[in-house]
């Protein structure tokens, strides 16, 4: 079973940055397109950047210019540098695969990490 392990969350006030790591442990990593999601209670969960086996990049137009995702093969890991952080970025924020129809892949998500921005 994959296990996917996002860190990096917390307090930041508005205009602040942070920098989230996933690591996972699937095999088949650097062949698979990665993405971050982020949910809020009672919304359903949305993807907001996405990163191609070959390093495209993909953003959700409200977080475009202020988020970057990246990633590190060798080390299995995706990263969503947040600058510029809004209130409205306050969710919690998780990683997973995305198949080419643009769905989660893996079937288990990681525990996520929170993200709050407030003054």
């Known amino acids: 079973q994959v296990q996917l392990v996002e860190s990096g969350g917390g307090l930041v006030q508005p205009g602040g940055s942070l920098r989230l790591s996933c690591a996972a442990s699937?095999?088949?990593?650097?062949?698979?397109?990665m993405g971050w999601y982020r949910q809020v209670p009672g919304k359903q969960r949305e993807l907001v950047a996405r990163?191609?086996?070959?390093?495209?990049?993909n953003y959700a137009d409200s977080v475009k210019g202020r988020f970057a995702i990246s990633r590190d093969n060798a080390k299995n890991t995706v990263y969503l540098q947040m600058n510029s952080l809004k209130p409205e970025d306050t969710a919690v924020y998780y990683c997973?695969?995305?198949?080419?129809?643009?769905?989660?892949?893996?079937?288990?998500w990681g525990q996520g990490t929170q993200v709050t921005v407030s003054s």
């Open positions: 990163i191609t086996s070959g390093g495209n990049t």
């Open positions: 699937a095999s088949i990593f650097s062949k698979v397109a």
């Open positions: 997973n695969a995305i198949s080419p129809g643009l769905t989660p892949l893996f079937g288990s």
